[in-house]
């Protein structure tokens, strides 16, 4: 029984880091860089929406729509002034970049809300945590995994059938090529970032509704743990993305368990040093052919 | 051909040149009484900056790899760095050959730290490895922290569960306690240990970009393929760089760490990496004239900007984001370019 | 350019500075305060005292810092009006880390101080406690807890309880009141304060026959999700868990043991003091937590009043224990330099070297008829080890506030 509640718990956290990597794969996939200040979006929608929530007294949709306005807005600037100049540049560069863009979210951050500990409100507080016997399962579990389902079917719909989506997954493939074909690649990969940080704003939500700490540095760790989770899962892959999420949380979940509450982490991330020895492209991810 | 040699001769002796003018001038300077604390606290630390900056170099730079945990080799340098220096506290009294024989083992340790972690992960490409490495660091941080060490007269004690769970002798002493860290270190970095270590490092690193070898690892860089194609075994070449690299962050990590009274695993993060990779890139990739510069101007820079204090960051972020686009966007480089081009122009005009 | 934006922003910067000063002290000139030793007057004592404090000011752990600093900066006004002896204090900021806390400390020596409130946090504290060792610099940390703080340095003291006393204080405490026979512990063991806590409570509670049914640990990467943790304590029928943590951390346990359905009594330590004025936190989720801290903000008592209504005007925040802390720290110095000056007839501290001052600054701390009183404690002395004495208070939380146990 404990076992099983736990790989629920398991699941609760790996959904919550499955919605912060497809955010992630999403940029990855298309723009094909690392875009590390999507943990600080995160974070920045979070404020977003506590503030609208708990200061101007918005109901929980109008703060959940301001939140992701605002990061979309966020998003497109940010991409506008640090990432298109850099359209050609080295990968290293632009990722370089992406770290200068976080620092200067989170120092943005801590000037303007302080590193006051904030506690975000259950704003999925609607949907009541479910018990089958001994087992609960949260509320915001049930929603998160909801969503993560929508999204992930979403994104795989929109960028299969919608024309735009399939201009995306053009760029993605062959940036030269689309621009030939008439597709402006400028636009494609704005609209990309639009759509990932808008994804990080929900994701912020649902983070916070199960975890409800919110200080400046709050998208970092769940950064760098989205990130290995979407590499698991093998970068660029939709469905990896959520994949490589669930089981990076039930990893993290079991590990403390079963084996130690203080080497959970180096547990995590030895299994992926592992998973990616042997297929060195993460579970889903595409094998790179080698062009001379 | 012989003029190739010649330029690559010269910048090697360009950059022991910059190291020994400045250990030069900052020598005169706090011999003369004129350099103030907050500058001789930052002696140190840069030195040990400036040595990372050149081995993370080696990897990004040379052999063309992304690493984002070498904060990691330079925490288990540091770490058995320190633990060898206690050790042997009654048995070396010299302070100097003490502090020879503690980075001397560091280096090693973390060339084996290097190896361990080189082999499998160097079958992997790009953003694949750069993750590796970064969970890599995050293992040694996570294993450090649970870590507690202690030193008595039978010699090491070493347990995962708490200080007493080493069953030291009363006049044992524990150096490494968990989250603690290590505490209670003899300071005996210096300056000068400092600039010796740095030269030692670029000594390295200049001879071996300048051999077969360095050229084998930079052609690999270069075009992977066609390395391979040629009969270059690119595992190995490869390895040779990564474990160079991690033997000098290392010792960069045992200097830095007897340079201070405490050290914690915290310390060594993956912010850490990130900071001696931006030292890197902004020095400018492969450049390791750059990454000297870089270095030292970046880790005294914010300590310049302490009347900012809640801005320096934000500047820092800001001047750093500024940096990238305007020295990687083609525009701007274009226009630097040209300008540049006006005077290259002229000079091979005087040449001719 | 860059150098003229530096200059016309410090500029700008210093004018804010003074501007806030007066400001603040037009409206601080109408309250009197209250020097701690009240019956020592301080006419024997002149001149001007430089203080230098250090600690995360940015960063993620600002939050401490600054308590502090805003602490020190209220004491530092109070003494001022008081006319006699001036401080001025120069703060610096260590990002809460070590490297950084050793070069605050050396633009403090550039910038002349004569003593040093800090280091805030622990791991650098050590760091700038043997620095400070070899230089003869006195240093008073606020809120430091580890022994290692102190340990072979005669010059570092500090103000808040060493961890091993809050550990074996919280074990007596239990015990005493027998406020539970079955005990889980969850601490943070990538955080020296917490393990410190943590290990001292585990000794002394095996001496006092307490049993305890279940240890889990987090890290300051792991500390989002604590299902694991609840889980074991509520599977090991645990009736009281134990929590040596932040208040951060200890916010989530709460909520996700309340989740579990889960509700044993919560006791906690120093750390814990805060958790009310954590913004959109439910309150409801902490009634009946228990913790021991020095400090209350709801005290009744006239000092304590009289600080939380200034800092609140001030700072618009509720003190916490930390704030208190740095207040309690500038009246410890202003009291030492007063026995100190009362001693000798008159004292001018304008000036002495500070190697000078740790050695009087020593002789009285460790002085048995020497003692100060502050908001964090009454009548407190120190050790020769350069721990302190006092009374912890234990309190409980009762329908969303404080209340005296």
């Given at each position: ?15 919550v ?125 049930i ?23 399939k ?83 039930v ?8 084996i130690?509450?203080?080497?959970s ?16 492209t ?11 | ?13 360009i ?139 039978k ?8 200080e ?30 400092g ?16 051999s ?33 690299s ?63 204090s ?8 800001v ?23 006006v ?8 040449d001719? | 350019?860059k ?18 000063c ?60 008081l ?16 490297e ?11 910038q ?18 043997a ?16 022994t290692?703080?102190?340990?072979n340095?005669d ?42 806590i ?157 190697s ?50």
């Amino acid at each position: 029984m404990a076992f099983i509640q736990n790989l629920i718990n398991g699941i609760g956290l790996g959904s919550v880091y499955a919605i912060i990597a497809l955010g992630y794969t999403m940029v990855y996939g298309i723009a094909k860089m690392l875009n590390f200040a999507h943990g600080d979006i995160i974070m920045i929608g979070g404020y977003v929406a506590f503030c609208t929530y708990t200061y101007l007294g918005w109901p929980v949709v109008a703060a959940i729509v301001a939140s992701i306005i605002i990061c979309t807005l966020l998003g497109i600037t940010v991409e506008f002034l640090a990432y298109k100049p850099l359209r050609g540049a080295t990968s290293l560069a632009v990722l370089i970049t992406a770290i200068g863009v976080s620092y200067f979210l989170q120092n943005i951050a801590l000037i303007i809300w302080t590193s006051n500990t904030k506690s975000f409100p259950n704003m999925v507080s609607f949907m009541p945590s479910v018990s089958i016997g001994d087992i609960t399962i949260s509320g915001t579990t049930i929603i998160t995994i909801f969503a993560c389902i929508l999204i992930m079917v979403g994104l795989t719909t929109f960028t299969s059938k919608t024309k735009l989506g399939k201009a995306m997954r053009a760029v993605s493939e062959d940036r030269g090529a689309a621009e030939l074909m008439g597709i402006n690649v400028n636009v494609t990969i704005s609209l990309t970032f639009a759509i990932g940080s808008g994804l990080a704003a929900i994701a912020a939500i649902l983070f916070l509704s199960a975890y409800p700490t919110l200080i400046p540095t709050t998208g970092s760790m769940p950064g760098i743990k989205a990130f290995t989770a979407a590499v698991f899962g093998g970068i660029g892959s939709i469905p990896g993305a959520l994949i490589g999420g669930i089981l990076l949380g039930v990893i993290e979940i079991l590990a403390k368990a079963y084996i130690s509450t203080q080497l959970s982490d180096a547990i995590v991330f030895a299994v992926l040093i592992i998973v990616l020895i042997f297929k060195p492209t993460g579970l889903l991810g595409k094998k790179i052919r080698e062009k001379v | 051909m012989k003029k190739m040699i010649n330029k690559s001769t010269v910048t090697s002796f360009i950059n022991y040149g910059i190291v020994i003018a400045l250990f030069a001038v900052f020598q005169t300077l706090s011999a003369t009484g004129n350099l103030s604390r907050q500058l001789t606290g930052l002696l140190i630390p840069i030195c040990a900056y400036v040595i990372m900056a050149l081995a993370l170099n080696l990897v990004v730079g040379i052999s063309g790899e992304l690493s984002l945990g070498h904060a990691g080799f330079m925490s288990v340098g540091a770490f058995s760095g320190v633990i060898t220096a206690a050790a042997l506290q009654n048995s070396v009294t010299n302070d100097v050959a003490r502090f020879v024989i503690a980075v001397v083992v560091a280096a090693l340790i973390a060339a084996i730290a290097g190896l361990i972690i080189g082999i499998p992960v160097l079958r992997l490409r790009g953003d694949y490895l750069a993750i590796v490495t970064l969970a890599f660091g995050e293992i040694i941080k996570n294993v450090l922290t649970c870590l507690y060490i202690g030193v008595d007269s039978k010699g090491l004690h070493i347990s995962a569960v708490s200080e007493e769970a080493l069953g030291l002798e009363a006049t044992g002493k524990a150096i490494v306690k968990g989250p603690m860290g290590a505490v209670g270190i003899m300071k005996i970095s210096t300056f000068i240990s400092g600039i010796i270590l740095v030269l030692i490092a670029l000594f390295v690193i200049q001879n071996l970009i300048n051999s077969r070898t360095g050229r084998a690892i930079k052609a690999i860089r270069d075009n992977r393929i066609a390395a391979e194609a040629c009969g270059l075994n690119v595992v190995k070449y490869k390895l040779i760089a990564f474990v160079t690299s991690a033997a000098i962050a290392g010792s960069a990590g045992a200097l830095y760490a007897m340079n201070y009274s405490s050290i914690t695993p915290k310390k060594f993060d993956f912010n850490t990496s990130i900071l001696v990779l931006v030292f890197v890139v902004l020095g400018g990739i492969g450049n390791l004239t750059g990454s000297i510069i870089a270095a030292i101007v970046l880790v005294a820079l914010p300590e310049l900007l302490r009347e900012f204090s809640d801005y320096r960051m934000l500047v820092y972020a800001v001047v750093l984001i500024l940096v990238m686009i305007i020295s990687n966007n083609q525009k701007t480089r274009a226009f630097i370019g040209k300008i540049f081009g006006v005077f290259k122009k002229k000079k091979e005009g005087e040449d001719n | 350019m860059k150098k003229l934006m530096a200059i016309g922003l410090s500029a700008a910067m210093c004018v804010s500075m003074f501007a806030g000063c007066s400001n603040s002290s037009d409206s601080n000139a109408t309250t009197t305060a209250k020097s701690g030793n009240e019956g020592s007057t301080s006419t024997a004592l002149t001149g001007t005292f430089n203080l230098g404090l250090i600690g995360p000011l940015t960063g993620g752990a600002a939050l401490y810092g600054n308590a502090v600093k805003n602490g020190a900066e209220i004491a530092v006004e109070e003494i001022n009006a008081l006319g006699g002896v001036q401080f001025k204090l120069f703060a610096e900021d260590d990002e809460h880390d070590a490297e950084k806390s050793v070069n605050a400390y050396n633009t403090l020596i550039d910038q002349k101080v004569q003593a040093i409130n800090g280091t805030v946090t622990t791991n650098p504290c050590v760091a700038v406690a043997a620095e400070a060792y070899s230089d003869r610099m006195f240093m008073l940390t606020p809120s430091a807890s580890s022994t290692d703080v102190t340990a072979n340095n005669d010059n570092v003291f500090q103000l808040c309880f060493s961890d091993p006393n809050q550990g074996t204080a919280s074990a007596q405490y239990i015990s005493d009141n027998k406020l539970g026979t079955k005990i889980a512990i969850i601490y943070n063991n990538s955080d020296a304060y917490s393990t410190g806590i943590y290990t001292t409570f585990k000794n002394k509670a095996a001496e006092l026959n307490l049993e305890i049914v279940s240890t889990t640990t987090f890290t300051e990467d792991t500390q989002n999700d604590f299902s694991v943790q609840v889980a074991d304590a509520q599977a090991a029928g645990a009736d009281l868990v134990f929590l040596p943590i932040y208040y951060t951390p200890a916010s989530l346990i709460l909520k996700q043991a309340k989740d579990a359905g889960y509700a044993p009594t919560f006791f906690g330590v120093d750390g814990m003091d805060g958790i009310l004025d954590i913004e959109g936190f439910d309150k409801s989720l902490a009634e009946g937590l228990i913790l021991l801290t020095p400090f209350s903000a709801d005290a009744t008592d006239e000092r304590t009043v009289s600080f939380v209504t200034k800092y609140k005007e001030k700072y618009g925040d509720t003190p916490s224990q930390f704030a208190a802390d740095g207040y309690d720290v500038v009246y410890a110095y202003y009291d030492a330099l007063t026995f100190y000056a009362n001693k000798k007839g008159s004292y001018d501290v304008t000036g002495v070297s500070y190697s000078d001052l740790c050695e009087i600054f020593i002789s009285v701390f460790t002085d048995s008829s020497f003692s100060s009183n502050g908001i964090t404690g009454n009548g407190m002395t120190w050790s020769t080890e350069g721990e302190v004495t006092k009374a912890p208070k234990a309190m409980v939380i009762k329908n969303g506030a404080y209340a005296g146990l």
